[in-house]
C-alpha cells in the first residue's frame, strides 16, 4: 500500500491492457490514477491537473518517451515532477538514455507491480520533503495572522452563518469539504494534514482548489465566505 493516501499519478501508455492493469494495480495501492495513451492525450491531462508522479512508456506512436519527457522537462511547470519510464526496452544504454533524458526511475517490462508502488512511494516521499510547503514556510506571520482572523470570525459564527439560500452552489469534492470544515476550525496546514491522514502538499493544494472555486484569496476570505453562505457543515 502506499504510504501517502490520494497521491495521484498519470500513467501514459499506448497498450489497453497494461493501462488496465497498472491502473487497478495502483487505485488497490490507494493512488489516484488518470491514464492517457499517447503522449498528445497525456499532455492534455497534465495541463489540466498536476499529478504527483507521471508514468511514461517509451515506445509510443508519433511521440514517444523520450519526446514526450523533454516537452515536460521545457515547461517550467513540471521540470521537479517525478518521471519513471516503462518500456520493453531493458538495455544498459537504454537506460542511460532514459536518466540522461530526465527520468528519475525506469522499469523494464514485464515488471514487479510491487517495485513500481515502491518507486512511486519513495519518489512522493522524497520530494515532499525536499519541497517547502509555500503556504506556511514563506511567511509565518501572514498565516498566524490570518489564523487569529479566522478565530475571530468563529466568535461572530451565530450572526454570520446562513443556510445557504443566497442561491450560491459550489460543487465540492468530499475531500475539499473536509478541508474547507477544518480550515474554518482555525488549523494550519500540519494540523489538517495530520487530521486527515494526508501530506501538508495535498492540503495545500485542495486550499489553492478553494480559493480558486469560491474566489477567495486568502484563508480569511475564504472562512468568512463560507461562514456567510453556509458552506461549512460542521
Given at each position: 500500500?502506499?504510504d ?6 498519470l ?14 494495480y495502483?487505485?488497490?495501492s ?21 499529478p ?91 498565516m498566524?495572522r ?54 501538508v502538499?495535498?492540503v ?31
Open positions: 500500500m502506499a501517502t493516501p490520494n497521491s495521484k499519478v500513467l501514459v501508455d499506448d497498450e489497453p491492457g497494461l493501462r488496465e492493469s497498472v491502473q487497478a495502483l487505485e488497490d490507494n493512488f489516484e490514477v488518470r491514464v492517457a495513451g499517447n503522449a498528445a492525450e497525456g499532455w492534455d491531462l497534465l495541463q489540466q491537473e498536476t504527483q508522479v507521471l508514468i511514461s512508456d517509451i515506445m509510443m506512436p508519433q511521440v514517444d518517451g523520450y519526446q514526450f519527457l523533454k516537452q515536460v522537462r521545457e515547461d517550467a511547470r513540471f521540470q521537479a515532477l517525478p518521471v519513471v519510464f516503462l518500456t520493453a526496452r531493458g538495455m544498459t544504454s537504454d537506460r542511460i538514455q532514459g536518466y540522461q533524458a530526465g527520468a528519475d526511475a525506469y522499469l523494464a517490462k514485464p515488471f514487479d507491480p510491487e517495485e513500481l508502488v515502491a518507486i512511486l512511494t519513495s519518489l512522493i516521499e522524497r520530494r515532499a520533503a525536499q519541497a517547502p510547503d509555500p503556504s506556511e514556510t514563506p511567511d509565518i506571520a501572514t498566524a490570518q489564523i487569529e482572523e479566522i478565530k475571530a470570525l468563529l466568535t461572530q459564527r451565530g450572526s454570520m452563518i446562513k443556510q445557504n439560500n443566497s442561491g450560491i452552489r459550489i460543487d465540492f469534492t468530499p475531500r475539499e469539504q473536509d478541508v474547507l470544515n477544518l480550515v474554518a476550525e482555525g488549523l494550519m496546514n500540519k494540523e489538517i494534514a495530520s487530521r486527515l491522514g494526508t501530506t502538499r495535498n495545500e493544494k485542495y486550499v489553492s482548489r478553494l480559493f480558486g472555486k469560491t474566489g477567495t484569496n486568502s484563508r480569511t476570505e475564504l472562512v468568512r465566505y463560507a461562514l456567510e453562505n453556509g458552506l461549512v457543515t460542521t
